[in-house]
């Protein structure tokens, strides 16, 4: 029962040692690239053992790989909150013009408002500047099944093919408002004459991104009909 107890407590150890490299991975390469990171600076302010990366991840790339699995679990998550939202089943007109508001509200809150997007968003920006494999990952396992989602949804919501070129450009557009708040959140907010971009703030940008992005779909509705 000790001996059981003990590798427990390694185990729970271990774990925490993983997680805190690969946050600490994710800000420094998102900060100073990865060619510009050493693994030393890495297990400093993961505050563990130099050895505990090649323990954990084989090398510096592989944790740039696990990096990016973080990433992409971690706004997976997001998009997708719950069992009925994941299902692949198209919801109906009206359905599925709530259901990209929801998605774009909880995409924004976390992207806009959340410190840690403030972690993730520079990381995956040096990937799209210089693909590596970890880019690869992002793509396969966020961008692409993301945007294939909402390209269905807005068919579902519009008429307009979701394999169109014309959608898939539509929606990149609506992602692209929310990832400027972040990019340009210091303009905004002197712009705004905010302290901070907190949660009331980004209800009020959100309420206007979702606002404008359902006059599209209404319109575009009409249109294919």
């Known amino acids: ?8 407590k390694a185990s729970g150890g271990a774990d925490q040692t993983r997680a805190a ?19 030393r600076e890495i297990a400093a302010a993961a505050n563990a053992n130099i050895g505990s990366i090649a323990y954990h991840f084989g090398s510096k790339e592989g944790l740039r790989i696990a990096v990016a699995d973080h990433i992409v679990a971690t706004i997976q998550a997001i998009a997708s909150r719950n069992e009925a939202e994941a299902v692949k089943e198209v919801p109906a007109s009206q359905d599925a ?13 976390f992207f806009v408002v959340q410190q840690e997007a403030a972690e993730i968003v520079p ?15 992002i ?21 307009e093919p979701a394999g169109s070129e ?22 905004v907010r002197r712009r705004m004459g905010w302290a901070d971009i907190d949660f009331e703030h980004g209800a009020k940008i959100s309420k206007a991104i979702t606002s404008n992005v359902a006059d599209i779909l209404a319109a575009k509705k009409e249109r294919t009909s």
């Open 1 to 8: 029962m000790v001996v059981e107890s003990q590798k427990l």
């Open 21 to 39: 490299l690969v946050r600490a991975a994710l800000i420094l390469f998102g900060e100073q690239g990865f060619e510009g990171t050493s693994t």
């Open 97 to 109: 013009s709530l259901a990209i508001t929801a998605m774009i509200e909880r995409m924004f809150s």
């Open 123 to 137: 990381f995956v920006l040096r990937e799209m500047a210089a693909p590596s494999p970890a880019f690869e990952r």
């Open 139 to 159: 793509y396969a396992g966020m961008i692409e099944p993301i945007h294939k989602r909402c390209c269905d949804l807005w068919e579902a919501a519009t008429g």
């Open 166 to 187: 014309e959608t898939r450009i539509n929606v990149f557009t609506v992602m692209g408002q929310i990832i400027y708040f972040r990019l340009a959140r210091e303009a």
